[in-house]
């Protein structure tokens, strides 16, 4: 296998996980909507809730900038990475 | 200053963010020397309004790829904010809290969609699309699919769906400045237009990018600023985000307590159009998974594949940035949308809690029509009130209220100080202007650049193609104002049948030209073609009395427009033969970020 398809084969990888995270935030959790508001979640507001207002939303940001670095690591990895004078 | 322009980005904005604040402290100078409240309101509109149109004024260029894509130099968290304010439309800024306020939960999916769909923009097509380095949107689908059709579709697409966005947007524009102006809204649709094409026409990219982070800050400080204020006043929490959970149920408990009396269908015909009373409970999972979870699938997709946001990805300096720059554009967002619920439960507790001094539900209605702030919004048509079981004792149920009164009225209920409405109007200004000339620029780069330079006149100089820009921009503009002016249809219904059609046509056909090697122009053409035609005749059907099926609304038809697309392009890209070496060996090429991008730095 080429250097390339490796590096193919672990970005496709990621993009795996990161669609898998981005699955239970933003579906996963709203199937068991009314059953999980029943309890208090954090700050004491109900816990499906607080997802909607808060939760998945920072879930999000928070996961682009994970995979934006793990993405980087791999570029690195194989030699891909962009060099600033390009 | 010393140093380029790009290098001093954050001294002039920090300059920008403070002279904008000590603005907001003048005029709250001058209210209490006596400036009236409409004084106040047109000096905030006007002078954001001539800011803008100085930076866009600035921003002048005659060169491509500035006007395309501001010369790809727009660093990452710049780019964020620009994004962010690209983003949030009039809509997000004056409708969102009041949908929340009537519709809970099941209205919170937006919320959940219009974030969530930034991880799909992130994983799935903005690096690779910033590789390719195309212009447009159909740039990309015209050379990775090849020939003209291919491109033309996208273009197609693309019109469609931006243009139902922008109507929405220059309406938003039309109002605020009617308001905040106090001139009818027929003339204050085009003074709202004339401000957006002042950002956009002499700059394209370069201008919209720079006006767009004005635009942010703006916008951004007008809707955090009476949020933690009101907060405060009301005695909630000193940082709402974190302190309201005891407010918000005691909104449950009053709800209990009040119940949801259901108005006979006669009483609520003499409630003016577009008022609605609370209906639903307010942190209560009040609709299906299903219902919740398609309009937020809907909403997620529909936003990777809208193109005057993934544009604004091809103006990063790199692909690294333009992945970073994803998340600060979330960020960015974010700070908005999570203040949207609590706003919504700060105006709703301060309306209907009979222990705070400015709760109205359980008061006399002599009482409640004695109050300025309820004569000054019935007045403007949005709250109103009618003794439907005739006890002269207002109830949950016989108070009616427009969308917009939560984001315009809230801070005056609160009794904060006048200037605090017009930073409001200024923000709400902002965050519809800031939209409208995304997509009015999107819509006419791809003419310009795809049909008229690609496909009419290959041979046409830079100048004479930057002129048809600019004539097209001024065409499409005046197009929506007058659409506008017409007001078919209300502010939010147009901005989610935008998001429809753009995963209908452009979803896949976007996605697969990265991840599936083997698709091909005829598969991709079908897919475009096929899916908005099928998401078109599916909101067509539902509008006339059609059931639907399988849940599908006619705010969700995208999920079915997208799945003929995929199975279109599918089948009919495995029945084609596969595409040749070239276009194999282009694919390879963007999947690695370092190397040179696909197409030239000025095509």
Known sequence: MSNQQKHWEKTRGLLFITLAIWFVFSIGIFLFGAEMNEVTGPFGYPWTYWFTCQGSLGAFVILIFWFANRQEKIDEEFGFSEREDE | ?603
């Open chain 2, 1 to 603: 200053m010393k140093g380029n322009f790009i290098d001093n980005l954050p001294k002039i904005y920090g300059i920008y963010t403070g002279g904008f604040v000590g603005f907001i402290i003048i005029m709250a100078i001058a209210e209490q020397m006596g400036m009236t409240a409409k004084t106040i309101g047109i000096a905030f509109v006007a002078f954001t309004v001539f800011i803008y149109a100085l930076i866009g004024y600035l921003s002048r260029t005659a060169q491509a790829d500035a006007y395309y894509v501001a010369g790809r130099q727009v660093p990452t968290v710049f780019n964020g904010m620009a994004t962010a304010a690209d983003w949030m439309s009039g809509a997000s800024f004056v409708a969102m809290a009041g949908g929340i306020y009537f519709k809970g939960y099941g209205y919170m999916a937006l919320l959940v969609g219009w974030t969530g769909g930034y991880v799909l923009v992130a994983s799935l097509l903005a690096p690779y699309l910033r590789k390719f380095g195309c212009y447009t949107v159909p740039d990309f689908i015209g050379t990775r699919y090849g020939g003209n059709l291919a491109r033309f579709s996208a273009v197609v697409v693309l019109t469609v769906a931006s243009f139902t966005y922008v109507t929405a947007q220059i309406n938003a524009t039309g109002t605020i400045a009617s308001v905040a102006l106090d001139i009818p809204f027929q003339y204050a649709v085009y003074v709202g237009l004339i401000s957006i094409l002042l950002c956009s026409m002499l700059g394209g990219m370069r201008g919209v990018t720079w006006t767009q982070v004005a635009q942010y800050i703006v916008l951004i400080i007008a809707y955090l600023l009476p949020v933690f204020w009101i907060s405060n006043k009301m005695g909630a929490g000193f940082f709402p985000h974190f302190m309201l959970a005891d407010e918000v149920a005691r909104i449950g408990e009053l709800e209990q307590q009040f119940g949801f009396v259901k108005n006979a269908a006669a009483d609520l015909k003499s409630v003016p159009k577009g008022l609605a009373g609370i209906t639903k409970a307010h942190s209560a999972v009040n609709a299906t998974p299903w219902a919740f979870i398609s309009l937020a699938l809907a909403m997620m997709m529909g936003t990777a594949s809208l193109p005057h946001v993934m544009m604004r990805y091809f103006t990063t300096p790199s692909v690294k940035a333009a992945r970073k720059s994803v998340g600060w554009s979330l960020f960015f967002i974010f700070l908005l949308y999570s203040s949207a619920p609590m706003l919504a439960t700060l105006s709703k507790l301060s309306l209907i809690d009979p222990n705070l001094p400015t709760g109205i539900i359980g008061k006399t209605f002599a009482e409640v029509e004695a109050i300025d702030w309820y004569q000054n919004w019935n007045q403007a048509n949005l709250m109103f009130i009618s003794d439907f079981n005739g006890n002269g004792t207002l109830e949950l149920n016989e108070f009616f209220m427009g969308g917009k009164a939560v984001v315009l009225a809230t801070p005056e209920i609160a009794g904060l100080p006048y200037v605090i409405s017009g930073l409001v109007a200024a923000g709400g200004m902002a965050a519809a202007m800031s939209t409208a000339d995304g997509l009015i620029l999107a819509i006419a780069n791809a003419i310009s650049h795809d049909v008229y330079y690609k496909i009419i006149d290959p041979k046409a100089e830079t100048a004479k193609r930057l002129l048809v820009a600019r004539v097209l921009l001024v065409i499409i503009g005046f197009a929506g104002a007058t659409i506008a002016a017409m007001e078919i249809q209300g502010i939010l219904g147009s901005v989610i049948w935008a998001f429809d059609f753009a995963m209908s046509g452009l979803f896949f056909p976007l996605v697969l030209g990265v991840w599936w090697k083997r698709a091909n122009r005829q598969g991709a053409i079908a897919g475009m073609l096929g899916g908005l035609v099928a998401g078109a005749w599916y909101l067509v059907w539902v509008r006339t009395g059609g059931s639907g099926f399988l849940g599908i609304t006619q705010l969700t038809f995208g999920i079915f427009g997208s799945a003929v697309s995929l199975v279109l392009m599918v089948v009919v890209s495995l029945m084609t033969a596969e595409p040749d070496k070239a276009t194999q060996k282009m694919v390879d090429d963007v999947r690695v970020p370092s190397g040179k991008s696909i197409l030239g730095k000025s095509h």
